[in-house]
């Protein structure tokens, strides 16, 4: 009998599920709305729905499917299969693994999103080929998930790799986390829509009120990298700076995790030539020169796939390490 | 035939050897200066005297030896058995792992001090019942060693865990690496010494002068603690202040590893009572709430030992992990 696995990006607005062969291949997929607003029973509904769809499609029993891996922003417990809380759901405390082992009766793995984007890209994407490497994600926020000898590093209780909520300088500005100076409040997509909202209430870009139709609130990361291609100078600042910054937290990457690569995603590297340079040139002043020697920087490669091959990663992560 | 291990210790002015039985107790142990004045061949002469020492006290042959671990101060590296320079030795691109097995017969390990002492503090210290904890030494400089599952965590060179050296404010003193902000130019010993003697130049430590005879460039960490402890405010302030910042750097290194235990050492911790207090403060501001919940900070326990069971720790840790 064949075996499958089944990998399921839980994100707010969609969930995006597929079916795997043993290599990883996608042999089937399907793709729903969360319908988050509608509460726990129809998201998990919704779940389920996806992983009928692609076992009907490919014609595969429940029977031949190893497992099932789940990516979902966190917090988190993954040992216990616990979602504790998350920004886009409305839901608290939900033993995820344990309703849908009870009702699909296939074993199921939870991983927070940056967890297994970083799964997804060491088997499946840019990190193939090395055993040490640490992924980052930036995005609305900053995420990291670390491949240590080819396995991902949890830590104690599943937190391991936060560097986005590290402190690069505690007078910078509040974070969402309530600290000031985190990675993430200079370098995420909200710190730089933030940035742009604070220029340009001063006045400081007519290029970004334009794009917003002169409306302060509706502008973020996305307008302001509109500007920025345009010409916009203040705007084309926001994004150094934050490259500034993210060079920093590279460099504590490398002289902590002291990896072989770091793959670099996330929404916001879709404007990476607006702030990529700038990181890098910081980052090697900020990594020691050991470390630095034998790094290489790559951009992620699985796009918008990310999340469904971290999740099929998961799944087959022990099968991975064994075989791969 | 009994077996038996060597560890060790190489600092620039003493060598530390014991000879370990197979539970890591000292059964002998010798001390000999470094000599690091006379050159390579002299250094290596006395560690081998200090080996053959520790042999005839306890009447141990050579090829009842399984290994000899070495903890000495970086640049090294490990996996070659290359010392890559060092500040207080005179020496560059030593091949000591291969100069000590030629001369001995018995296999040789080489690890940076920091990560050796990670070790020494995991097997026979305060980490003895945990699987993952960060050593961070507070001493000249500050560095690291993190034990993941049980093992030491060397990165992919050997150049993991540079705490010291991440930077937490960019607009931060000089650090002797060239960089601005790093941990270590905040909270070292040599970081206090210099904010000490920047105090007594501009006339504010009366105290700080006269344990240093009127001699502003002899004021060191050392004298700053002791004005401290005499109710110097200028003083306590200093090492507050550096204690705020080790706390931001602990914060950190609980978002990144999770670890359930760090361990503080080196010669700083003996004036912990000027800032521990403030560091722990920050620490809890500094990380996130899931893995603090779950880690706890304690002192090193091995004390003057800890260069040399570190050193033992470097020679058994593969029958350590094996049995331990």
Redesign the interface.
């Known amino acids: 009998m064949k075996e499958y696995y089944l990998g399921l990006d839980l994100g707010g607005t969609k969930i995006l599920t597929g079916l795997a062969d043993q290599e990883g291949n996608i042999i089937a997929r399907s793709r729903r709305d969360t319908e988050a607003a509608a509460g726990e029973e129809t998201i998990i509904k919704n779940m389920i729905l996806t992983i009928e769809d692609v076992l009907a499609k490919a014609e595969v029993n429940k029977d031949q499917i190893v497992s099932l891996g789940i990516g979902s922003p966190g917090?988190l417990d993954a040992t216990k299969g616990i979602i504790?809380e998350n920004a886009n759901l409305p839901w608290k405390n939900v033993p995820l693994v344990k309703k849908m082992e009870a009702a699909l009766g296939i074993k199921t793995l939870l991983k927070n999103d940056a967890n297994a984007a970083a799964l997804g890209e060491k088997w499946f994407g840019a990190g193939r080929k090395v055993?040490?490497m640490v992924y980052i994600t930036i995005s609305t926020g900053i995420g990291g998930g670390a491949i240590?000898e080819r396995e991902l590093?949890?830590?104690?209780?599943?937190?391991?790799?936060?560097?986005g909520?590290?402190?690069?300088?505690?007078?910078g500005p509040l974070c969402g986390?309530g600290?000031h100076?985190c990675l993430e409040s200079f370098a995420s997509g909200t710190a730089i829509g933030k940035r742009a909202r604070e220029a340009a209430a001063k006045g400081l870009s007519k290029e970004m009120l334009e794009l917003a139709d002169q409306i302060v609130e509706d502008i973020n990361a996305v307008i302001c990298a509109q500007a920025a291609y345009q010409g916009d100078e203040v705007a084309q600042e926001i994004f150094k700076k934050a490259g500034y910054y993210l060079g920093?937290g590279l460099?504590?990457v490398i002289?902590?995790?002291?990896?072989?690569m770091i793959i670099l995603g996330g929404g916001v590297m879709k404007a990476s030539d607006l702030f990529l340079a700038e990181a890098l040139a910081t980052m090697k002043?900020?990594a020691?020169s050991?470390?630095l020697?034998?790094?290489s920087v790559k951009e992620a490669e699985l796009g918008s796939d990310i999340g469904l091959m971290g999740a099929v990663a998961v799944a087959m992560e022990d099968r991975l390490v064994k075989n791969g």
Request: hydrophobic share 30%; charged share 20%; aromatic share 4%.
């Open positions: 917090p504790i055993d040490n240590i590093f949890n830590g104690t209780n599943d937190n391991a790799c936060e560097i909520h590290t402190v690069i300088d505690p007078d986390c600290k100076g920093i460099g504590n002289n902590i995790f002291n990896p072989e002043k900020t020691l050991g470390p020697e034998i790094v």
